[in-house]
């Protein structure tokens, strides 16, 4: 779970993750208003609550599910009169019973049982033999007119249920040994007792927190795949209890939490599904939350500025994602301006912001890579990505190929990839730097490296050369902001994302102000890095996702492709969008489809609700048509009667048609997107990583 392999901006070789303190590190404590985490002694009811299995998106903890299909809803109007009638008959009917009006046939059940001498005189014995037969032909009469008349109906809606607001909680028995989790029955069963005595007492004690268990059972998990010694992990927990097996910041927790988190299923809550008639039934009034099977399929929030798209859904999806990556199961790398809200530097291992001046870490402008083609790729990506046409042979490509013809010969010669200043002079074709690679080429002997100078030499001097473009690029990061950064002189060996094999949390703050377009450029190469890093992984059961605030100048042609490979590397991506008019229009329909969840947020233009709508298709509904013809009286009376009709009611008598069709209709039309979304609101549509999916949802955001 250690981090080797990353780099120190200062030149030392380091872990971006401190190692552990000694000592358990204090519980942090929540600002008011902030939904409580379980620790302590609601630690316990925290993990013994039930988790049924749900639809894809629902907040799992504690969920009640619902019927798939709203039930017919009698309107209280005639639930009433229908209750009322039903007991006039009933009483109707015991009232003609008793006074004999329907003969005495009702009473040979009763004849029939009792013996002739009870007749007379009258026992006791007869007397409560023959009342117990009426109180039983009364029930028997009470339950079928109950039935008739719905009293069950109206005892759930009006009776002491509806006056609770829920029924009375039963209440349940502690679980057995065998089965309570807070016992850790799965060690107990492969013999290590011990383990599990010592957790379970610390879980008794309020030692353990959800971080905790969720990092043991990681932990045991690769115990049962055989990545990890069983008696290693017996000796860390005899050792250490609930701080067994610890994140190598010794951190057990994040400083501080703004969103509901439930660990046992890795879900983080979003907001409550809206009780509206276009969600599905089994949807209305459930939370809504999102965990990494369905991050793996990535995540498209489109929506304007102060929609909400960095407080309640960035925010708490970076918060959700660093726990996992305490827990050991899951890296993430958030991407985003400086100061926007992405959470506290302490909540990270590293943090890295390009163009401050007291940055600890650097970001490596080759991705890691020693492999000059790799990093060719990687670098033009990001220098020309958003310049290349989505067809093939574009400058994307010759991008690539005049990059490689120069990284090749520098690292060939200096043993490291140019610089910024000294790639900058190689694009530019200035004579002196290319020569002298040509001379210590030459000498060397390596003339497959001096023929892609020569065509290098070529290409510059044909018309239209992609080098200029690059040059002019690369120029924007040859600026005096990031003179400290990108170095490759070997004295500062900045932060790779090849770390990504290690549950590793990094923050990269953009320099938005006064940098847009070297920041466009960054974002895009920070997105490069992470599709070819995750791609080559060793150990995939650990969840990587990249979660970038803003998205604009960032979706390219190679970055949807990037995009849909993430899923079969266990990874995903978060991006956000404040219009898909940042994307190019080629490639805004590639985009939703790459994306598995979609979000509309409110305040969206109709032209991004029409590219939604058609992304969510059609279904087909039932329309009623209601046709109201006026009708004509033809006899004298017939004409009164319509008359004094017209003058009480002050409308023409009319008869009413209705038609029912079946028609096909958008999920969500543009115009609803755009103009029937409340404020603090979003339309979600959810895929897994199992294919499982959810329609179109109105989630309201603010309904933690």
Avoid at 279 to 301: C, E, F, V
């Amino acid at each position: 779970m250690d981090s080797d392999g990353t780099q120190d901006a200062r030149g030392t070789q380091a872990n971006p993750v401190p190692r552990a303190r000694s000592g358990v590190p204090p519980m942090p404590t929540e600002a008011p208003g902030v939904p409580p985490r379980p620790d302590g002694s609601a630690f316990l009811a925290w993990l013994r609550t039930p988790r049924p299995e749900a639809l894809p998106g629902v907040w799992r903890f504690g969920h009640r599910p619902r019927a798939a299909e709203e039930p017919e809803l009698i309107p209280a109007r005639q639930l009433i009169s229908g209750a009322l009638i039903a007991f006039l008959v009933g009483w109707l009917i015991w009232s003609l019973l008793w006074n004999g009006y329907l003969g005495g046939w009702w009473l040979l059940p009763l004849y029939a049982m009792i013996p002739d001498s009870w007749a007379s005189p009258h026992s006791f014995a007869s007397v409560v033999v023959v009342y117990a037969y009426y109180v039983l032909i009364a029930v028997v009469i009470m339950i079928g007119v109950g039935r008739l008349g719905r009293w069950s109906e109206i005892w759930r809606r009006y009776g002491p249920p509806a006056w609770s607001g829920k029924t009375a909680a039963r209440t349940e028995r502690p679980p057995a040994p065998e089965q309570d989790p807070a016992e850790w029955p799965q060690l107990r069963a492969v013999g290590a007792v011990e383990a599990a005595e010592r957790l379970a007492a610390d879980a008794r004690a309020g030692l353990m927190r959800d971080v905790d268990h969720a990092r043991i059972s990681r932990a045991w998990q690769g115990v049962r795949s055989g990545r990890h010694d069983l008696a290693a992990f017996t000796g860390a927990v005899l050792e250490s209890g609930s701080a067994a097996c610890l994140h190598p910041s010794g951190e057990r927790d994040l400083p501080a939490r703004i969103a509901r988190h439930d660990l046992l299923t890795g879900q983080v809550r979003l907001g409550t599904a809206a009780d509206d008639p276009r969600n599905p039934y089994a949807y209305r009034g459930a939370g809504l939350a999102l965990g990494p099977d369905l991050l793996g399929t990535s995540l498209l929030a489109v929506g304007p500025a102060g929609s909400g798209k960095t407080g309640t859904v960035i925010r708490p999806l970076a918060e959700s994602l660093c726990l996992h990556a305490l827990a050991g199961r899951a890296a993430v790398v958030v991407v985003g301006a400086a100061g926007a809200g992405l959470g506290p530097a302490d909540a990270y291992d590293v943090v890295v912001r390009i163009g401050h001046p007291e940055s600890v870490y650097d970001l490596d402008l080759y991705g890691g890579t020693g492999d000059p083609d790799e990093a060719a790729a990687v670098l033009a990506e990001a220098l020309v990505g958003d310049l290349a046409d989505p067809h093939p042979g574009s400058d994307s490509r010759r991008s690539t190929t005049v990059l490689a013809q120069l990284l090749g010969p520098f690292r060939a010669v200096h043993g490291r990839f140019p610089s910024v200043p000294e790639l900058r002079q190689l694009l530019d074709g200035a004579p002196g730097p290319l020569a002298a690679l040509r001379t210590a080429l030459e000498g060397s002997g390596q003339e497959s490296l001096v023929r892609e100078l020569d065509a290098r030499e070529r290409q510059s001097a044909h018309p239209g050369d992609v080098a200029s473009v690059l040059a002019d690029r690369i120029a924007l990061l040859d600026r005096p902001a990031f003179a400290g950064f990108f170095d490759t002189s070997g004295q500062t060996k900045p932060f790779s994302l090849k770390a990504l094999d290690h549950p590793v949390r990094v923050r990269v703050d953009l320099p938005e102000r006064g940098h847009a377009d070297a920041s466009r450029m960054l974002a895009r190469l920070v997105l490069a890095q992470f599709t070819a890093s995750v791609a080559v992984r060793e150990d995939r059961s650990l969840f990587a996702c990249l979660v970038l605030d803003d998205a604009t100048g960032v979706v390219t042609p190679e970055a949807v492709r990037g995009i849909q490979r993430l899923r079969s590397a266990n990874a995903g991506a978060v991006l956000t969008l404040r219009t898909l008019d940042d994307v190019p229009r080629p490639l805004r329909g590639p985009l939703l489809g790459a994306a598995g969840c979609r979000m509309a947020l409110s305040g969206l233009t109709p032209w991004d609700g029409q590219d939604f709508a058609e992304v969510w298709g059609k279904e087909w509904i039932e329309a009623r048509d209601v046709t109201d013809r006026q009708i004509i009286a033809e006899t004298p009376a017939g004409k009164a009667l319509h008359m004094l009709r017209r003058v009480i009611t002050g409308k023409a008598p009319t008869q009413r048609a209705v038609t029912v069709r079946q028609v096909e209709r958008e999920r969500w039309s543009a115009s609803e997107l755009a103009h029937g979304v409340p404020p603090g609101h979003a339309v979600l549509s959810l895929t897994d990583v199992k294919g499982e999916h959810a329609p179109p949802l109105l989630v309201d955001l603010r309904g933690q």
